[in-house]
């Protein structure tokens, strides 16, 4: 599976930015959690937020709920990541990662997730 992460960039604080991250490689299967993490300079891989591929269900951080927004569509293999109100502490890498098998304690725990992409950079400016 190759993922694939799109749109990042440099926005204003307050502003909105909108990521996606294409699968390749199979068609996701209703078990798949997909998610998105983020990791400053310095700092820890922090998760952002994840959507049960079959229901939708969603989950996010602390730091970015009522703020971030996580959907998908299945018919494109794809997952997206609407953040708005953005801050200059969200600046950071953000990655999108797949998890076949979201079983167990700490199933939203970056380790549990088996395939990564590249990561787009979001910049903030206050």
């Known amino acids: 599976v190759q993922l694939q992460a799109s749109g990042g960039g440099s926005v204003q604080a307050g502003g909105s930015v909108r990521l996606s991250c294409a699968a390749s490689g199979r068609t996701l299967r209703r078990t798949d959690v997909m998610g998105w993490f983020r990791q400053a300079p310095g700092k820890e891989r922090e998760f952002v937020a994840a959507?049960?591929?079959?229901?939708?269900?969603?989950y996010y951080g602390d730091s970015v709920k009522g703020r971030f927004a996580i959907s998908r569509d299945k018919a494109e293999n794809t997952v997206y990541l609407q953040m708005n109100t953005l801050k200059p502490e969200d600046t950071a890498i953000y990655y999108c990662?797949?998890?076949?098998?979201?079983?167990?304690?700490?199933?939203?725990?970056?380790?549990?997730?088996?395939?990564w992409g590249l990561g787009t950079q979001v910049t903030v400016s206050s």
């Open positions: 990662a797949l998890d076949t098998d979201p079983y167990g304690a700490n199933w939203l725990a970056p380790e549990k997730f088996d395939y």
């Open positions: 959507i049960t591929w079959n229901v939708g269900s969603t």
